[in-house]
């Protein structure tokens, strides 16, 4: 099985998807969006996860990749196999699948609850009631066609959709480690403007091992769920 990940700045890799992955016994490629366009055989890749970035999905005169990254995603999701996009990611098969992406009324950073949206249908993937999760966004997107809620927060509505069980859009972060925090607060430290749902560097870093080891165990059920809904 192959999969393949998209990443748009060096400092937002797989985190804890990785070893899921490799755990599973996948092989794993990626297109590094920052270094070279190099889209992938569709029919080669078994699993499409597409990461976050700080760029918005509407910036294609500054990155022009991206309208065919969004075209690659689109013939993706017609293929029935697995989808995950996380920040970006989920805003890019939103764009992609027709739905507008724009400036969300706040930017949501650092640790903040999300709460789960009861699915219309049973077999929807089902987020625990409430829970504290990373976030780092400040777009949000109407939902596209045919897609159904499944979290939201108080500071951002549409925080997870869901299309068949093939398909899932993620803005929050579910594979950040420790390393992988530092890495975007050493990087994107100039967003971290007082409002209300922006914590301050200490704040973020100071979270402790176990809410790490919970969204980490999260996101393990968000892959199963997808992994085990395309063996089916």
């Known amino acids: 099985m192959q999969a393949h990940y998209f990443q748009h700045v060096p400092f937002e890799g ?9 755990h599973k ?24 996860v597409v990461m976050g970035g700080p760029m918005s999905v509407n910036d294609e005169s500054q990155f022009p990749w991206l ?3 969004k ?25 992609a699948m027709g ?5 969300n009324n706040e930017k949501e950073i650092g640790w903040w609850p999300i709460k789960a949206v009861v699915g219309e249908s049973s077999s929807s993937f089902q987020f625990p009631e409430i829970v504290s999760v990373f976030h780092w966004h400040g777009e949000t997107f109407d939902l596209p066609e045919g897609v159904q809620r499944i ?15 093939s398909v899932i859009g993620l803005q929050f972060h579910l594979e950040t480690t420790p390393a992988s925090a530092q890495a975007i607060v050493k990087n994107c430290a100039d967003e971290l403007v007082p409002a209300p749902y922006v914590q301050s560097e ?10 790490y080891q919970n969204i980490n165990q999260l996101m393990n059920s968000v892959l199963d769920y997808m992994h085990n809904a395309q063996q089916r």
């Open 14 to 22: 797989l985190g804890s998807i990785e070893a899921w992955l490799s």
């Open 71 to 95: 075209q690659f995603i689109r013939q993706f999701i017609a293929t029935g196999k697995p989808v995950l996009g996380i920040c970006l990611g989920a805003q890019l098969i939103a764009s």
């Open 202 to 211: 200490a704040e973020i870093l100071t979270a402790d091992l176990q809410k």
């Open 25 to 48: 016994g996948y092989q794993i490629s990626s297109t590094a969006f920052y270094q070279y366009v190099a889209l992938p055989d569709i029919d080669a890749v078994d699993y499409l």
């Open 67 to 69: 309208a065919a990254e």
């Open 151 to 165: 979290a939201e927060s108080y500071g951002c509505v549409n925080q997870a959709f869901q299309l068949g069980n």
């Open 99 to 103: 739905a507008k992406v724009y400036a």
